[in-house]
């Protein structure tokens, strides 16, 4: 019996995997799109899920993208579409607008009805699906990476299949949309050996993108013009949420090796000695106190020549600022934290405090592409004479 329900959830989510990634690219979405509208602005309610799967198929894009934009007919708004779909079938004929009552339909037959539809039809639903299907292909192309990156990407996602769909989606989404973890590596931030600490490692998005880079690149497949990822470095992780921190491990669990994720307080946990350190979005949700003691415990557990990467949101950065805040509150509310307390600082403060300890520190932006205020410290600790 358990090996038929890991066989059933394993075909479920093999199958949710192929209608999230097959049919990808920008002209397929935008046929997928413009195929879902048309068949969505059609009067053949009931049917609409068949006729999105049989006629996506035939296309070869994405019957779940299709059937999505099939719902452009919501209830609200079908019965509005519909005669305007019958009064522009009977205009075609050279025929006068109906007035909306039920003696003028009896009148027409259903017959005629039909015809009127179906003519009604193949002009909004062609329209809408035009628009909807070239605003797509725009869109698309616009946000579409290059394809070493989506090969990056989707190698460093992989690892999370089986931790779980949601941990997949979550983990593509911010390798898509978070501009920090492709800098990590483009921009060389890490040594090439040592170990890497991650503070508040969450899922370990940042262990399992250097791993695929190392295997992106002993394929040939890496980005050009990138360092080569680190080749030696070992992972340990300190995370405090449970279940974060299990599907951590789980997606490392064939690098035992060379990851190790730990489920422990940051205000209370052993820092061991590490040639880079990560400190990604966390200090805000601690106290100012709590704050410059663990960057304290940080900076002691710094090897030397070795890199304390903080990122955190800059607070004098104005609207940018603003709109950072606020969308930690709604991700806070969505994880059932009503009245959470954020303690943010401006990028000076956080430069300031991080010198005093004794480091090189220089301040990159690291919100490229979105609204969000964020910026990157790198603090470096120098070589002894």
Known sequence: MRWKKEQLTKGLRDLLYRLRTEGTSPRQQAIAVALGAFIGCSPLYGLHLGLCIVFARLFRVNPALAYLASHVSLPGVWPFLM??????????????????????????????????????????????????????????????????????????????????????????????????????????????????????????????????????????AYPPGWPPPPPHLTFYGIEGRPKTAAAARHAMADEADAAQIETADLRTAELPRAAAILILDVLHYLPPADQEALLSRAAAALAPGGVLLVRDADAAAGWRFAATRLQERFSSLLRGHLRPRFHYRSAAEWQQRLAGLGLAVDVQPMGMGTPYANVLLAARRGMPP
């Not at 002009?123 to 990476?145: D, E, H, N, S």
């Not at 190698?155 to 593509?172: I, M, N, P, Q, S």
């Not at 170990?195 to 399992?208: P, T, V």
Request: hydrophobic share 45%; glycine share 14%; aromatic share 8%.
């Open 83 to 220: 005669m305007a779909e019958l009064e522009i079938g009977r205009r075609m004929r050279g025929e006068s607008y109906l007035r909306i009552h039920l003696h003028n339909l009896r009148e027409l037959g259903w017959r005629q009805a039909g015809i009127d539809l179906t003519l009604g039809t193949l002009v909004v639903g062609g329209g809408v699906a035009a628009i909807l299907g070239f605003f797509t292909l725009w869109a698309a192309r616009k946000r579409q990476l290059n394809p070493e990156l989506a090969a990056l990407l989707e190698e460093a996602a992989r690892r999370y299949l089986d931790t779980g769909l949601l941990h997949w989606e979550f983990v593509r989404g911010k390798l898509r949309h978070d501009p920090l973890y492709f800098n990590l590596l483009r921009q060389g931030f890490l040594p090439p050996e040592g170990l890497l600490l991650d503070l508040g490692c969450g899922r370990g998005i940042a262990f399992s993108l250097i791993l695929a880079g190392r295997d992106l690149h002993r394929r040939g």
